[in-house]
């Protein structure tokens, strides 16, 4: 019996390449020859498409390699066992430093996928993105309104509007570190943003 030649690359590593390209470039803007050229050992297209179906197959599974593996950053922002001004602080400095590691697209890909370009009959591979966002903009509101229930924070409207002013400044890392800001400055920025949270203790 036949069993066809044994593929020669290791689909796990081709879905991290494919990952970093998707990453840098968003999901329209990376070609199926980006993609080819990225995973390697001269696959060819029918390869390619045994291998992962089409592109926008394989693009959902780099979004899932990144959700399970960096962008976990930010679940601080749901431990209950730390203190709510913790959480989200170490949210922040995590999210920071990740998106400035020197072995993957600088930013984060979450954030990068609301400026990338894309079609209407594409937006909706980019859905589990856009959830990513939504869970860690509710993640951020639920650190300001455990601060309110554990009674450090004042029971005001404008302190829950920092929730908006921290999600913002969250997503705009992806810009600093894409223009070589230094990791330190976004860290020093990250002090002055806490001093937002301290100013609305009670």
Known sequence: MRTGRPRQFDRDEAVIHAMHLFW???????????LKAAIGKGITAPSFYAAF?????LFKE???????????????????????REALETA???SARMQYEPNHPRGC???????SSCSEENRHVLQPLKNSRRRTSEGIKNCFQ????EGE???EEETLALAVSFNSFLLGIST?????VPLAETERAITQMMKLWDAARI
Do not use: F
Request: glycine share 6%; net charge negative; hydrophobic share 40%.
């Open 24 to 34: 840098e470039n968003g999901y329209e803007s990376t070609s199926l020859a980006q």
């Open 176 to 180: 600093l570190a894409r223009d070589d």
């Open 53 to 57: 179906g089409s592109k926008e197959a």
């Open 92 to 94: 922040l400095i995590s």
């Open 146 to 149: 455990r601060g309110i229930r």
């Open 109 to 115: 890909m979450v954030a990068l996928s609301v400026m």
């Open 62 to 84: 780099a979004v899932g390699c990144y959700l399970q593996t960096h962008a976990q950053v930010t679940e601080s922002l749901w431990d209950a066992e730390l203190p709510p």
């Open 153 to 155: 924070l004042r029971d």
